[in-house]
């Protein structure tokens, strides 16, 4: 079929300005991207910064209210029916029935999506060896634990073949041995069924075995590199110091060194370059006790702190108190 | 829930993944495609009833508690109104409405339990039409109702009432059609309410007085003008009529009696033909389907 093809230039996925404004509040402020065929892109950022609903308009589930975007070579907003036949989905929160079996759940997606009869049963098999239920397939998905849910999840949206994988947060809440084979099952089906994977996640280690990830904060798109450039962009190494003052030592630190140093986590962070010999200096010239002292190599971590002035922790406190505040004021208590 | 340990499965098995990937392709809307969605949307709401007996159990109590407790207890007090027939035998096609009526108000609540569970958007994102999503919904509804109906039908000798292919065959009929109408209305109600308190609210709120006011339980003839009136605007009287006509067709009492239980709906003195009710029924559950379907293809 002609429409099957893949676009000329190999990009399963093209974004243009696309946005979204929920009543008041703009959710995605126009965003551009593309992601080529086969390739693994990760979509970085805390609770709320426009990840979900981001991928839902990729998806079709919620329309966008400007710009455009095409997935395996058709318009999310006039085909939505091609896109819908050419994308699996694993959902962040769980869609399955769990009244009925494993194997039910996939022969009623089968169903959905018209597979061909003949190969439903070869297919299901399939999917289901690689994420390793196979011999629990006539079991109720209610006896299932949380990590064989997210799986059965996952090999039901493969099973029409789909050309694009979305996975939003596909291991939250998981524990992280099952994280772990979860990744594992992800980067060995790309491999060998050649799809193109979108995901959304907001571990950082994860984001390291994506090919591309994008940092996203406040609806926009602040940084989008391989995870190794994104690292060598930072350029320096993290410091954290405790003190028994850190207002003072944030002081200290700007007037004796002209650095810039916030709090992190409960301790004084800062980036330095060469960070072990630094710390020599740090202790002689600092003029004040220092309790504890650490130096790591940068990671993703500090790529979304140099880009978004905050760990993604903290991001995410910021944002549940800023709910809690909002909540309250909305239930007219007080703390 | 039980949890399952996960070792068994913690690194993909060496092999599994050595076999040249099956492909399948979607393929694009038809008709064929489409009825598959529906046979599958139907099929589930049968796999679910069957694997839940308690379910079944459940739904009989209340139809039971109404013609055996209600229809012996009253009996003594009623003798003299019912000519010698005996009041579980007049409240009986009532029954085999209601018994249909519950069941198919919980098939259309299982779209509310979806949504709670997430499963509802599994189906809304599947390259199908959510038509098709909505009609499987009814006709899963209908079917699993019209089974019920088939159990409260298997009393009729228990109430006096024979076995009679014609009779049977119609029951079935009238009850896979109220069944339908019903799921009709559960699911357009279902489309606009997100939880299940409220959906079971509504339902008790609607359905519980569409039950006593329809004639179920008394004769539709001589009410006092105000319960005439309503009596006439409930839809649910238009299939109680239908049924309590086809099954007094099968017996043999008095004229007298017939003519005091089973009057028949009349518009201003005008007989209303059965076939003319059974077809408000059916044309009132289209409309309602209509309206289902509408709300859930602009939804989302």
């Given amino acids: 079929m002609a429409s ?27 965003v551009d991207f593309d992601v080529a065929a086969g390739e693994v892109f990760g979509f970085l950022g805390p609770n709320g910064a426009g990840k979900t609903t981001t991928i839902n308009m990729l998806c079709t589930l919620v329309k966008p209210t400007a710009g455009s975007a095409t997935v395996a070579g058709h318009d999310v907003v006039r085909e939505r029916d091609d896109v819908r036949r050419n994308i699996g989905l694993v959902f962040q ?106 995901m959304t996640t907001h571990y950082m280690d994860e984001a390291e075995w994506c090919d591309r990830i994008a940092i996203m904060d406040h609806g926009k798109i602040v940084a989008l590199e391989a995870p190794e450039t994104l690292k060598a962009q930072v350029g320096t190494d993290r410091v954290t110091i405790q003190t028994d003052d850190d207002d003072a030592a944030i002081g200290a630190l700007a007037e004796r060194f002209g650095i810039t140093a916030r709090i992190s986590e409960g301790a004084v962070a800062f980036g330095v370059p060469e960070g072990e010999h630094f710390v020599p200096r740090l202790f002689s010239e600092l003029g004040m006790p220092i309790r504890a002292v650490s130096v790591s190599r940068p990671t993703l971590d500090d790529v979304f702190m140099s880009y978004t002035g905050s760990t993604i922790r903290d991001a995410e ?6 709910r809690n505040r909002v909540m309250m004021q909305m239930m007219g208590g007080r703390r | 829930m039980s949890t ?40 589930r709401d049968l796999i679910r009833f069957v694997n839940d007996r308690v379910r079944i159990a459940a739904s009989l109590v209340q139809p039971l508690l109404f013609l055996f407790v209600m229809g012996s207890g009253l009996q003594a007090i009623s003798s003299a109104g019912t000519h010698g027939v005996d009041l579980k035998t007049f409240i009986y ?74 009779l049977i065959l119609g029951i079935l009929g009238l009850q896979l059609l109220l069944a339908f ?3 009709a209305f559960g699911v357009m109600v279902a489309a606009r309410i997100k939880q299940m308190q ?14 006593f006011i329809s004639g179920a339980l008394f004769p539709v003839a001589g009410l006092p003008g105000w319960l005439a009136v309503l009596n006439r605007l409930d839809p649910l009287t238009y299939a109680v009529d239908p049924m ?34 059974a077809g408000m029924v059916l044309l009132l559950g289209l409309v309602m389907l209509a309206v289902a379907i509408w709300e859930f293809s602009t939804s989302e």
């Fill in chain 2, 198 to 211: 409220s959906f079971f609210g509504v339902m008790q709120m609607v359905v519980m007085p569409m039950f």
């Fill in chain 1, 93 to 198: 929160d769980p869609t399955l029935d769990s009244y009925l079996t494993g194997a039910q759940n996939l022969k009623l997606h089968a169903e959905l999506y018209g597979i061909e009869s003949s190969l439903v049963a070869p297919r299901m098999r399939q999917v289901l060896t690689m994420v390793g239920l196979w011999d629990r397939r006539d079991t109720a998905v209610g006896t299932y634990s949380g990590g064989m849910r997210r799986r059965l999840e996952i090999a039901r949206g493969l099973m029409h073949s789909p050309r694009v994988l979305f996975l939003d947060e596909p291991t939250i809440g998981l524990d992280p041995q099952t994280r772990r084979s979860i990744w594992s099952y992800i980067r060995e089906l790309q491999q060998r069924e050649q799809i193109t994977i979108f």
């Fill in chain 2, 244 to 277: 309590r006509r086809l099954v007094f067709g099968h017996l043999s009492i008095s004229p007298a009696a017939r003519a005091a239980l089973d009057p028949g709906v009349t518009w201003f003195g005008w007989h209303v033909p059965a076939l003319l009710e």
């Fill in chain 1, 4 to 30: 099957e093809a893949q676009p000329a230039d190999g990009r399963a996925i093209e974004v243009r300005a696309l946005a979204k404004t929920y009543r008041e509040v703009q959710a995605v402020k126009g």
């Fill in chain 2, 93 to 166: 096609p009532g029954i085999l409405c209601i018994a249909v009526m519950f069941t198919a108000m919980f098939s259309a609540a299982s779209i509310v339990w979806d949504r709670e569970f997430g499963f509802l958007r599994e189906m809304m994102v599947a390259p199908v039409r959510r038509s098709s999503i909505v009609i499987g919904k009814c006709l899963g509804g209908a079917t699993v109702a019209s089974t019920q109906g088939v159990i409260m039908l298997l009393l009729a000798p228990l109430v006096h009432v024979p076995y009679d292919p014609v």
């Fill in chain 1, 317 to 322: 406190e910021d944002q549940s108190k800023h």
């Fill in chain 2, 4 to 43: 399952t340990t996960e070792t068994t499965a913690m690194a993909p098995p060496a092999g599994a993944l050595t076999v040249e990937p099956v492909r399948v392709t979607v393929p694009k809307h038809s008709v064929a495609s489409e009825l598959r969605a529906i046979r599958i949307v139907w099929r």
């Fill in chain 2, 181 to 183: 109408s019903i799921t």
